[in-house]
């Protein structure tokens, strides 16, 4: 993985340019510490600059940007990818080609000289992505995003006509005029000068609704899959670990299957685990059974309320975002953490409360079709979202997030499944022991009593989000603190000082107060997704039940009815987004 940075279409001096792209660029290094380039067209029309972080092939045949030589001009490309199908096209598509790097990166521009920017060149790629290609000898560019959006990437059009692409926004903002998040799982062609989805499942579409049965077997053997494949690395890898389901079944499944990995960095010896929360909280003590059971080397951390309020303004100016930032924080200070032990890889859990519907409020869902367009909707708009924290908080220190859940061929199978196999029902208890809980076909798929992956009490543990997980006292000493420095004054002035999506609670004033400073272009908050929510819910959701109106509380606790955790916990209307005829809010 990595950061990368294109300027193409460009007018001017190329020197002057060459030396702006330079320095815009170190603005990603933190992506990719290890190394850094840069290629210049022959005409000085196109910049590519890349931060390199050393995953796989880690020598200099792996350097980009990657170029091949041709008597019309080169072929240039940049990738921030961990392509895990990439032997097999060697195999299947490539075969005696000389790639000249055993880089997974390598096999685009190969892919792309013998195929062309086709969507099936796109389609045969298994992994995580973010691509800019161009091609000197038609003058041509095109860029592309994985299915999801786990690999960041924006883009920008600045006064000259310029086009931009980068890793992360910060590096365009000073440059374009115009600023938007790259779409996942779509690709831009100049030749036709078209934005089009290349990713197409039937999955996707909000008319689709599923009726096959779970396949337990075909379930559970995905999953491994997916795990499996991520293992690949030449550089150190761990996992993140909170002691919920997700993670738990990711750490599971990696220290049992990595002997079937082929490209793992160290297979031979136990796998690092790691956690973080406030002392004494859920997670570390669900995490710290966990690694005992499963037998992994497991370090925990602990942070105060203070040292996540002195992370705000660093970890805002990394996610990019004001959302998901009571969850980005531990992550953030575990990231930094485990960078310093020498780690360059961690899997994680993310996803799978999307693809199931895990989280509590999926216990309102009115009816089946609900439900699945609900994850539907929830997994479409990751990248805004937990993917979103998981790639950049980590990132802030050089370190790269894997999340199986999200595998292509997973998606495929669990987001077909019927919804009605995937609806919570904690008055059932479909296999006579164990409640129907939220994700309980993901539980059951992993149930094995003879050679178990997880100790029971954990395989059907309730639903804990991570920003809850590592202790209560941390969401809610953001609140106390937000109520403390945002001033009355400051609160009533809201209206004139955010006119566009105001606050609803004093909390998302101070975040957006912190984003505003960092990301003053005016096409910053566009890239932030806006509408109410309840316990991570759309805001499509908040129809299921007429208590949730005007509400914004992504705390699972706010599900009362469902959470063990939810008694004393204070659940308020949001005030209104303008303000009433005397400037006071609804």
């Avoid at 990368?4 to 020197?15: R, V, W």
């Avoid at 196999?421 to 479909?430: G, Q, T, V």
């Avoid at 939220?438 to 003879?450: G, H, Q």
Wanted: glycine letters at 6%; aromatic letters at 10%; proline letters at 6%.
């Amino acid at each position: 993985m990595c950061g990368i940075l294109a300027a193409l279409l460009m007018q001017g001096d190329a020197e002057k340019n060459r030396r702006d792209i330079l320095k815009l660029s170190k603005l990603l290094r933190h992506r990719g510490p290890d190394q850094n380039s840069i290629y210049q067209a022959p005409d000085g029309r196109a910049f590519i600059a890349f931060e390199r972080l050393m995953i796989v092939d880690p020598t200099d045949t792996g350097r980009q940007p990657f170029q091949i030589q041709t008597p019309e001009g080169n072929i240039a490309w940049a990738l921030n990818s961990e392509i895990y199908n990439h032997q097999q096209l060697r195999e299947a598509k490539l075969a005696g080609v000389d790639l000249h790097s055993k880089s997974d990166s390598a096999v685009v521009g190969y892919l792309y000289q013998k195929y062309g920017d086709s969507n099936e060149l796109w389609n045969s790629l298994d992994g995580i992505f973010a691509c800019v290609i161009w091609d000197e000898r038609t003058g041509q560019f095109c860029a592309a995003r994985d299915p999801i959006g786990i690999c960041s990437l924006y883009w920008g059009h600045a006064e000259d006509g310029s086009v931009w692409f980068a890793s992360e926004m910060k590096a365009l903002q000073t440059k374009c005029k115009t600023v938007s998040y790259f779409p996942p799982g779509h690709v831009y062609r100049s030749s036709t000068g078209k934005l089009e989805r290349w990713f197409k499942p039937d999955w996707i579409s909000l008319d689709h609704i599923p009726t096959t049965p779970v396949d337990y077997p075909l379930l559970k053997q995905t999953f491994i899959d997916a795990v499996v494949k991520r293992l690949m690395s030449d550089a150190p890898l761990a996992i993140l670990l909170s002691g919920g389901l997700d993670s738990s079944l990711v750490a599971s499944v990696a220290v049992r299957h990595i002997k079937e990995s082929t490209n793992a960095f160290d297979k031979d010896h136990k796998l690092h685990t790691y956690s973080i929360g406030i002392k004494g909280s859920p997670d570390l003590i669900a995490a710290r059974k966990v690694a005992d059971f499963l037998g992994t080397i497991h370090t925990e951390f602990t942070f105060t309320v203070e040292e996540g309020i002195d992370a705000l303004y660093d970890l805002i100016w990394h996610i990019e975002s004001y959302e998901q930032v009571r969850a980005a924080v531990p992550m953030y200070l575990l990231s930094q953490r485990i960078k310093a032990m020498g780690m360059k890889v961690v899997l994680s859990g993310e996803g799978a409360d999307e693809i199931f519907g895990g989280y509590l409020y999926f216990h309102k869902a009115p009816n089946p079709e609900e439900y699945h367009r609900e994850c539907v909707r929830l997994v479409t708009r990751l990248h805004q979202w937990d993917v979103l924290r998981a790639n950049k908080a980590p990132f802030a220190f050089g370190l790269e997030t894997r999340v199986p859940f999200l595998d292509k061929q997973f998606l495929q199978v669990a987001m077909n499944i019927d919804p009605r196999d995937k609806m919570p029902n904690l008055s059932e208890k479909p296999d006579g022991v164990h409640p129907k809980l939220e994700k309980y076909i993901l539980r059951k798929a992993f149930d094995d009593p003879e050679q178990p992956y997880l100790p029971d009490e954990v395989l059907f543990r309730q639903k804990e989000q991570f920003s809850d997980g590592v202790g209560y006292d941390w969401v809610d000493g953001l609140k106390e603190y937000a109520n403390k420095v945002v001033t009355d004054d400051m609160w009533e002035s809201r209206f004139e000082r955010f006119p566009v999506h105001p606050p609803r609670t004093r909390e998302y004033y101070l975040l957006r107060a912190m984003f505003e400073s960092h990301f003053p272009h005016p096409d910053a908050i566009k890239t932030v997704p806006q509408g109410l929510s309840i316990a991570c819910s759309t805001p499509e959701a908040l129809k299921w039940d007429p208590e949730w109106e005007n509400m914004h509380e992504i705390s699972g606790r706010a599900i009362k009815a469902v959470h063990e955790a939810a008694d004393g916990f204070k659940l308020e209307k949001a005030p209104g987004d303008q303000p009433a005829a005397n400037g006071v809010a609804h």
